[in-house]
């Protein structure tokens, strides 16, 4: 399942597991809905992770603290430390491609 | 003076493929709804021994958190290794750049609830209690969705022709003036978000910053035209956008976003300028054109 955070409970979500990836999104944004489904389908389909979404266009704070210049803007966490981020729509492989890229970070250089 | 429509090519008469004519819900889409909605609802079970489409936590030499996915293909060396082991065996395997040896700590199958009256039950939607009311839940839930969406891709067909096929006299002041307004708002905005302007379009040397202004004032014309193009036809339609329109816009808006735009550091006392109106303009003629061609394609909709 997705879980809906909020400015409240935010911090909490990033501490919930040890890989943790958000979806921060807005009103009115096409891109988002087009990602939405994606993102639902890897939350179903990948247990042990996370999966985080935030309105930022009602939690406008969370937006400014995390810098979010542009939805949607995807965030991976490990241990609550930012691994990396991605923008914009994207479909489930190059969702997976950047899941990868948190899971297996200390595996892909030499 | 201004740029004008010469002639507006006559969207209506257009050749439209029959299928942009249907929009009602399939049996399909409602059978793909509560497959997903099993998915949602999936109960996680341990299990013995890995197969596809498992998910597996297993442990590295140095007591990291490695999970594979076999199947998805996230990690493909590493998933095929993983497939047959069971919690407690170690494995050795290639990931990403490295030769690794992992330790099976978890593995947990998804399984999909039965569609059956049990799981429209979980949905929690408010007098549907089984399949039957769900089929007729969701019919009346999407179907005007999907009639807005077939009457906005016949709209983007109206617009496709219109845009290739009208003529427009173009006012070249006007359209240096557009396009310079914008231009230079699309530059700033690249700078501020650290994007680098100078990469040219085309050979490797950078540009100087009065020709990467160029370059991106030029690249507006292209918006130029689209704009002369819904301004007329909303004119036409008799909407023009005001600067009245636009001051009593911008004071909604600053009302109800004050708060998050004095954090965000706004001036909100900045006097709006005449290339405010014009940029914001754009935004307006699309919308009334947009809702206008999008209302003139429904009547190619079946019923």
Redesign the interface.
């Given at each position: 399942?997705v879980y809906e955070a909020t400015t409240a409970n935010y911090d909490e979500q990033l501490k919930a597991a040890?890989?943790v990836v958000v979806d921060y999104y807005g009103d009115h944004c096409g891109a988002c809905v087009y990602l939405a489904p994606f993102f639902?389908?890897a939350a179903?389909?990948?247990?042990?992770?996370r999966f985080v979404k935030i309105n930022i266009s009602q939690h406008?704070?969370i937006g400014?603290r995390y810098s979010i210049?542009g939805v949607p803007t995807l965030k991976f966490f490990r241990n609550g430390q930012e691994v990396h981020q991605a923008m914009g729509g994207m479909e489930r492989e190059r969702l997976?491609?950047e899941?990868?890229r948190m899971?297996?970070k200390?595996?892909?250089?030499? | 003076m201004a740029s004008t429509v010469v002639k507006l090519y006559d969207y209506l008469s257009a050749d439209l493929p029959p299928e942009l004519r249907k929009w009602h819900v399939t049996e399909e889409e409602i059978q793909e709804s509560l497959a997903l909605l099993g998915r949602d609802h999936a109960a996680l079970r341990a299990v013995e021994q890995a197969r596809e489409g498992d998910s597996l936590r297993c442990r590295d030499g140095q007591g990291r958190t490695v999970l594979l996915y076999p199947g998805r293909g996230l990690a493909k060396e590493a998933e095929d290794a993983c497939l047959g082991k069971r919690p407690g065996e170690g494995f050795s395997c290639r990931l990403g750049e490295r030769d690794v040896s992992l330790i099976v700590e978890e593995i947990l199958r998804l399984e999909p609830h039965p569609v059956d009256g049990g799981l429209v039950k979980l949905a929690g939607i408010e007098g549907v209690e089984d399949l039957a009311a769900y089929r007729a839940w969701y019919v009346k839930e999407n179907d005007p969705k999907k009639r807005l969406e077939a009457a906005r891709e016949i709209a983007r067909r109206f617009w496709e022709n219109i845009r290739e096929r009208s003529e427009l006299a173009m006012d070249q002041a006007e359209r240096d003036h557009w396009c310079g307004v914008r231009g230079k708002m699309l530059y700033d905005s690249m700078v501020e978000n650290g994007r680098d302007p100078h990469i040219p379009d085309e050979g490797t040397e950078l540009l100087s910053d009065e020709e990467a202004l160029k370059q991106m004032v030029d690249y507006q014309e292209r918006f130029y035209r689209d704009y002369v193009l819904l301004r007329h036809i909303a004119q036409q339609d008799g909407y023009t956008y005001t600067r009245e329109l636009f001051d009593q816009e911008m004071a909604e808006y600053i009302a109800a976003h004050r708060e998050q735009l004095e954090a965000a550091g706004q001036d909100l006392n900045r006097a709006f300028t005449d290339d405010d109106f014009l940029m914001k303009s754009e935004g307006a003629y699309m919308n009334y054109a947009y809702g206008l061609l999008t209302r003139a394609a429904e009547q190619y909709l079946e019923d």
């Open positions: 399942m040890e890989f639902q389908e179903n389909d990948m247990p042990f992770i406008w704070e400014q210049r997976n491609g899941i990868a899971l297996y200390d595996y892909l250089e030499v | -």
